[in-house]
């Protein structure tokens, strides 16, 4: 793994942890959090993931693809990363990145870091994968601010 295969961002957000962490826990809202608009929606949700817990998201960048996520790390209101391939046969030399959030409590709120790691990404996929960094980092950046949206708006 080298310096460049983790590109991550940070932002505090003035929240308990735990509406945070739901958000990220059930895959059936990702498509509301993501800054990046690729997330079209999920083929499961409305359950909370848990550890080696596997899950479809139906995407688009340009051109509509699914992917299959299997959730790797998992602390209740702390952390919780998923590892990303594409689906069926494609998925055997394609892909490998993995989401990662932490979520820190501290004074004023949350601090939250989205991690994207591509330390794992298939060696075919890896070079193209890696000139979108500057793209994945500003649709990190939105994604968080998403997130501040939803967990302070009062309804």
Known sequence: MTSRDVVSVQRLIPSDPEPIFALLDDPSGHARIDG??????ARSGGRRLGLGDRFG?????GLAYSTLNTVIELEENRRIAWQTTASGPV????????WRYD???VEG?????????????????K???RRMEGMTR?????????IEALVTTTD
């Open 138 to 146: 500003k649709n990190m950046a939105a994604t968080l601010e998403r």
């Open 109 to 125: 709120g949350t601090l939250v870091t989205e991690s994207w790691d591509i330390s794992e990404e298939a060696a075919v996929s």
């Open 36 to 41: 990046g608009g690729s997330v079209q929606g």
């Open 127 to 129: 070079p193209f994968v």
């Open 103 to 105: 979520l820190e409590p």
């Open 57 to 61: 998201m139906d995407m688009k960048i």
């Open 91 to 98: 998925g055997k030399v394609v892909g490998g990145r993995i």
